[in-house]
């Protein structure tokens, strides 16, 4: 029957959610009009689907990130690729990383953009983003300093994702300091923030790689 959950197979919180949701439906039936309850129902799906998608993009892109933070050393902070201009070391490429995220989300969330200059790729202030050179960025004092900035930094991105709540997340608009024309909802931007960190992944990654350290792809997966 529909109204009935079988325990032995709710083996996941998925199966459990989805056993829910079936019993959502079927009191809905009873209790709203049909356009109530599809309308109802609809938004639901769209909402939990927000929130799934993004704790679990910003869960495993935390983890992953982390895992490469530490397989580097204090020693490791000055370097930069040898060819090429304007880029960031090792120390600035961390510092970067620990406000790519969560502080982001918070701006999103809350409205509140004091961050430092170069965080979050653009400029909150209304104007043409002013992106410094790699010589103008800040660095880390120790991989330690930068692991525990990137913790509280991981910590930001989950409190602003429990504190924009679903509906928010589905149909709240707005746009970023850096594209005033172009409106999102919060969803997007959120997802666009754990992207952005995700790509400085990926550079750590590659930092890595040419420093001839024993990564390969299943360390860029996090696997």
């Not at 009191?27 to 939990?48: D, F, G, K, V």
């Not at 090429?84 to 982001?104: E, F, K, P």
């Not at 692991?147 to 409190?159: N, P």
């Not at 429990?162 to 919060?186: C, F, M, R, V, Y």
Request: with cysteine.
């Amino acid at each position: 029957m529909i109204v009935g959950i079988n325990i032995s197979q709710c083996l996941s919180a998925e199966k459990v959610v989805r056993d829910l949701r079936y019993l959502f439906a079927y009191w809905s039936c009873i209790l709203l009009n049909p356009r109530q309850m599809l309308t109802r129902y609809l938004n639901w799906e769209i909402e939990m689907n927000w929130t799934e998608l993004l704790t679990r993009e910003m869960t495993a892109t935390y983890q992953t990130t982390d895992k490469m933070l530490a397989l580097l050393k204090d020693a490791d902070l000055n370097w930069k690729p040898a060819t090429g201009d304007n880029w960031m070391t090792v120390g600035q490429l961390l510092a970067h990383i620990n406000g790519s995220c969560g502080a982001c989300c918070q701006g999103f969330v809350t409205g509140d953009w004091g961050l430092p200059e170069g965080d979050c790729d653009g400029d909150a202030g209304g104007h043409e983003p002013m992106m410094p050179t790699a010589e103008q960025m800040a660095t880390v004092e120790s991989v330690a300093a930068a692991r525990a900035g990137f913790a509280a930094d991981r910590k930001v991105a989950f409190q602003m994702l429990e504190k924009a709540g679903a509906e928010n997340l589905a149909t709240l608009k707005s746009a970023a300091p850096w594209e005033p024309d172009n409106q999102l909802i919060l969803g997007h931007h959120l997802l666009h923030m754990v992207n952005h960190l995700a790509i400085h992944k990926a550079q750590l990654f590659y930092y890595l790689k040419l420093m001839g350290r024993k990564v390969d792809t299943m360390t860029l997966w996090g696997m």
